[in-house]
């Protein structure tokens, strides 16, 4: 079987998503293929790439890109979809029949901080602390059983599988 791919989105792919991938790259190895996408492109955050590089994990040459480049006919239909909120869940276009779709909700950094009026440097960068090891455990603890399931799933219907 080869290596599921695996489409983090999140609505700008420049802050979650991207780490997501990066996180998954670097966790699970060449056990998959990780990407992502988002729905409006943002730029990628650099407080983002900052404390991705503080854990080893380096996205700072991630190209922000939107969802469609990752559906089919453009490329194969990715395995997995993991939406990082609810309103990528919601927004996200509608997916190929064998693509399962597994949402979790990971708060934005930058609205987290906003949230609580952090204005500095040394003030914001908790938040993105928290949401990166958020994701971090996401990538090490639950993503691998997605995953299994996944393909359990698609053995026990001799095909493919949208439930995950």
Excluded: W
Excluded at 128 to 138: C, G, L, S, T, W
């Amino acid at each position: 079987m080869p290596k599921p791919l695996v489409l983090f989105v999140c609505p700008g792919n420049g802050c979650r998503s991207p780490m997501a991938e990066g996180f998954a790259k670097s966790i699970l190895g060449d056990s998959i293929r990780a990407a992502s996408a988002g729905l409006d492109l943002k730029e990628l955050n650099q407080l983002a790439v900052r404390v991705m590089a503080e854990v080893a994990v380096d996205i700072g040459e991630h190209q922000p890109r939107t969802i469609d480049f990752a559906l089919p006919p453009e490329d194969e239909a990715p395995a997995l979809v993991i939406t990082m909120c609810s309103q990528a869940a919601e927004s996200c276009p509608p997916l190929p029949a064998e693509t399962a779709c597994h949402n979790i909700e990971i708060d934005d950094p930058t609205s987290l901080a906003d949230g609580a009026g952090a204005i500095t440097e040394d003030q914001v960068m908790p938040y993105y602390h928290q949401v990166r090891d958020k994701i971090a455990a996401f990538i090490e603890n639950d993503l691998p059983g997605l995953l299994e399931k996944l393909v359990t799933d698609v053995k026990d219907q001799g095909g493919s599988s949208k439930a995950a």
